[in-house]
């Protein structure tokens, strides 16, 4: 692998994790290019274990995107649907042990970065709300 493909890789991985663009049509064209350039890249690997590894780091770099509130939601989602596509890969690549908590752990990030946002704060808005329209006795 020469040394201008591990560059161009990890700058490609650094647009994807830092988010690149401004949620035009062009994100998920790096998105769709970090990955196949990570499965690639791991399947230039003849050791099953660096295969793996570089599944997962593709995997986990888009984890790490998906739940980084500086990004735009559109962004985030959209790795989020990459993650779902890495589902039955990961299935092959662990143990079913390892791919149920993998999975959990999947879903529960994304139920608190997406699903719960508008909830978790709901309350503490409300009670400062409250707070606010109590006046003060002398």
Same mark, same amino acid.
């Given at each position: 692998?020469?040394?201008?493909?591990?560059?161009?890789?990890?700058?490609?991985?650094?647009?994807?994790?830092?988010?690149?663009?401004?949620?035009?049509?062009?994100?998920?064209?790096?998105?769709?290019?970090y &990955?196949?350039?990570? %499965?690639?890249? *791991?399947?230039?690997?003849? !050791?099953?274990?660096? $295969?793996?590894?570089?599944?997962?780091? &593709?995997?986990?770099? %888009?984890?790490? *995107?998906?739940?980084d509130? !500086?990004?735009?939601? $559109?962004?985030?989602?959209?790795?989020?649907?990459?993650?779902?596509?890495?589902?039955?890969?990961?299935?092959?690549?662990?143990?079913?042990?390892?791919?149920?908590?993998?999975?959990?752990?999947?879903?529960?990030?994304?139920?608190?970065?997406?699903?719960?946002?508008?909830?978790?704060?709901?309350?503490?808005?409300?009670k400062?709300?409250?707070?606010?329209?109590?006046k003060?006795?002398?």
């Open positions: 692998m020469s040394l201008d493909y591990c560059f161009t890789f990890s700058a490609v991985e650094i647009s994807v994790r830092y988010g690149d663009g401004d949620c035009n049509t062009r994100d998920g064209d790096i998105i769709n290019c &990955v196949h350039m990570g %499965l690639a890249r *791991a399947k230039s690997h003849s !050791c099953i274990a660096a $295969v793996q590894h570089g599944h997962m780091r &593709v995997i986990n770099t %888009l984890i790490d *995107a998906m739940c509130h !500086c990004l735009s939601s $559109v962004w985030r989602q959209q790795c989020y649907r990459y993650i779902k596509r890495f589902l039955p890969l990961l299935y092959e690549m662990l143990d079913p042990q390892q791919y149920q908590q993998k999975v959990q752990e999947i879903q529960t990030l994304h139920t608190y970065y997406f699903e719960d946002n508008h909830s978790k704060y709901q309350p503490t808005c409300t400062q709300s409250r707070q606010l329209s109590v003060k006795r002398p």
